[in-house]
């Protein structure tokens, strides 16, 4: 089912998939249809949550509006709480992890456990300040429209290697007008609020929390982001199949990995 909801500021476009109890799959900047394919493999079991993030694709921002973890969590509470089926398992990918964890601290009785897959926590880090200073420069040159020279920035700093000769096929050129508008969203209105963002530990210590890194993405940023956030609350991560998106790449065998998570979530409470 494809529905809409209205939020303050903003309009958001969410589906819903299968039946059972709830799951929620988030990402910021991705949307709803990166995680159609793992949302269908899961709907035989569970009520499965997707939506495009305010500003981005199918949902609505008003003018002069802003997307920070606080606002996307408060979005995701409401969308819960309209869909009458939680507490829920909320598995929150990259930008969308940072939302989650901002969920179970705002909203902890809305959820079951959050799944927090490689968080781009770049303030847990030792050389945080001279990473956000970083990706000041490549935000900024990618608004003045040198997009290509900050998507190379971008996966420099994120340590994955990816040829330039790749990277211009993949952003230079003709693109889809609605994937550059979020693109560029992201750029503008998602990215800085998200890698900057402190956690409250010793809140989210009181939630149950899942600490997911990509088995294929040893050395890289979120690697270092997500270990430091395992540390800081005391458990060990899990290893997820695939690197950063993973649950997109091959989400046949995400989804057997997910369903052990989902499981472990249902039987301990």
């Known amino acids: 089912m494809n529905n809409t909801l209205v939020v303050p500021e903003a309009e958001l476009y969410y589906e819903l998939h299968g039946a059972g109890p709830l799951v929620v799959l988030i990402g910021a900047p991705m949307d709803a249809d990166a995680f159609a394919p793992l949302a ?62 901002a969920l179970a601290q705002a909203y902890p009785q809305l959820i079951r456990t959050v799944i927090a897959h490689e968080p781009p926590l770049d303030r847990l880090l030792p ?63 998602e990215m800085r609020e998200s890698i900057s963002w402190r956690p409250d530990i010793d809140q989210l210590r009181t939630a149950r929390i899942v600490v997911g890194i990509g088995a294929d993405s040893t050395g890289q940023l979120c690697d270092r982001t997500s270990t430091a956030l395992a540390a800081r609350l005391g458990i060990e991560p899990t290893r997820f199949p695939g690197g950063h998106t993973g649950f997109a790449d091959a989400p046949e065998v995400f989804a057997g990995a997910l369903r052990v998570e989902l499981k472990a979530a249902h039987q301990s409470r």
């Open 127 to 189: 050389d945080a300040d001279e990473l956000l200073k970083k990706s000041e420069k490549m935000m900024a040159d990618y608004l003045a429209g040198d997009v290509t020279g900050a998507w190379k920035q971008f996966f420099a700093l994120a340590n994955m290697y990816v040829p330039d000769e790749a990277i211009e096929q993949m952003f230079g050129g003709e693109r889809d007008p609605q994937e550059v508008a979020a693109e560029r969203f992201w750029f503008a209105h």
């Open 40 to 101: 269908g493999l899961l709907a035989s079991d569970y009520t499965v949550l997707t939506h495009d993030p305010r500003g981005v694709k199918r949902s609505t921002l008003a003018p002069g509006g802003t997307s920070t973890p606080e606002q996307r969590a408060d979005d995701l509470a409401r969308l819960i709480e309209h869909v009458n089926a939680g507490p829920a398992v909320v598995l929150g990918s990259s930008g969308g992890a940072v939302t989650a964890l």
